[in-house]
């Protein structure tokens, strides 16, 4: 049976994060895509300019009725940039526990845009990552979590460690670009796991987070277990970057292809 994935993020009007992101890898991947808009942003490849959020109760009204009618296999979490909002998700998942949740802590956008509100952060701390079977932040968004310095594997290890603190199942620290390049550490209740991944030479890498996220959440609801899940994200994640290196959209950092393995359609669009 086809699995059934939910998104709770904010929308991307340029279509290659969030939202919209999340949905084409849910697609890629498989799986029937759904979704809960909890902000509206004016965005393109170059720069955020603005950003509307959703009032909780509208987000809380959104879940409300996609779990009445089509239960999550596993949900994702991305751009919940107000209190109120990650206060009423984290409400509402812990009063419908079961299906795995991945929490991508978003707090800057590629292009550089600030995206949660720093009162955000300590509600997501305390509220939101006790629900989460994993989270998957940054180097910059663990610094910002932890109060570490991360400056190497050894420090992306500690704090993903550190992370565990919060309650949640598992603690995936990204690497990007900062600390040997494409090297992500996992921490779980089996320990320390590293993947070391593919350097791929491209400006291309709007949406990352939230793709590599929506695919760890298609990967646990086919029930594969952390360490198997981001081996395979990464993976996908992968393909999608190298693909994209063939062509560009926008001026800026450009999307990800999302549906890579469908064909060489990138390199048209050069």
Known sequence: MMKHLLTIAG???SGGAGIQADLKTFAALGTYGMSCICAVTAQNTTHVSAVQNITADMVTAQLTDVYSDIPPDAVKTGMLSAPAIVTAVAG???AHRGPPVVVDPVMVATSGGVLLEPEAVETYKKALFP?????????????????MTIRDADDMARAAEALLAYGCGAALVKGGHRVEDALDVLADET??????????D????????CTLSSALAVYLAKGLAAAEAVAQAKAYLTGALRSAAKGSVGHGHGPVD??????????EMA
Do not use: C, K
């Open 11 to 13: 929308s991307d009007s």
């Open 92 to 94: 509402f998942l812990r």
């Open 131 to 147: 629900e989460a079977a994993l989270i998957t932040p940054n180097i910059p968004e663990a610094e910002v979590l932890t109060g």
């Open 191 to 200: 320990g320390i796991h590293t993947f070391q991944g593919e350097r791929i």
């Open 202 to 209: 491209t400006e291309n890498t709007h949406g990352t987070g």
């Open 258 to 267: 999302h549906f890579w393995f469908y064909g060489d359609r990138w390199g």
